[in-house]
């Protein structure tokens, strides 16, 4: 079975930080381009990062741009995004998808298999 799986949420307070974890069983990443999506309540699903299938090429939405950081480790078939600097606006359940295309469109629809996401939760 074919499945991805998010970890890494929680509760920060602004300004704090959080590295999710998307990792696959039934596959492997290696040959995936991987997204990080977010949904929050009452809103669109949201693109905010996805990175090539050799890690050699991300793209970011303009609203985590300098805060966020995604990369990948395919020996531990494993993606990552590492969030600094965290505002209550980042709230949101935030998903990983493996599909084959990352642009800065963040299109959903150019991925195939999605997770079950992972709360964030930025508050004081």
């Known amino acids: 079975q074919l499945q991805l799986v998010e970890s890494g949420g929680g509760l920060v307070q602004p300004g704090g930080s959080l590295r999710l974890s998307c990792t696959a069983s039934?596959?492997?990443?290696?040959?995936?381009?991987i997204g990080w999506f977010r949904q929050a309540p009452g809103k669109e699903r949201e693109g905010v990062s996805c990175?090539?299938?050799?890690?050699?090429?991300?793209n970011y939405a303009d609203s985590v741009k300098g805060r966020f950081t995604i990369s990948r480790d395919n020996a531990k078939n494993t993606v990552y995004l590492q969030m600094n600097s965290l505002k209550p606006e980042d709230t949101a359940v935030y998903y990983c998808?493996?599909?084959?295309?990352?642009?800065?469109?963040?299109?959903?629809?150019?991925?195939?298999?999605w997770g079950q996401g992972t709360q964030v939760t930025v508050s004081s």
């Open positions: 998808a493996a599909g084959y295309r990352c642009s800065a469109a963040h299109r959903p629809y150019d991925y195939d298999y």
């Open positions: 039934g596959f492997t990443l290696d040959y995936y381009v």
């Open positions: 990175i090539s299938s050799s890690g050699g090429s991300t």
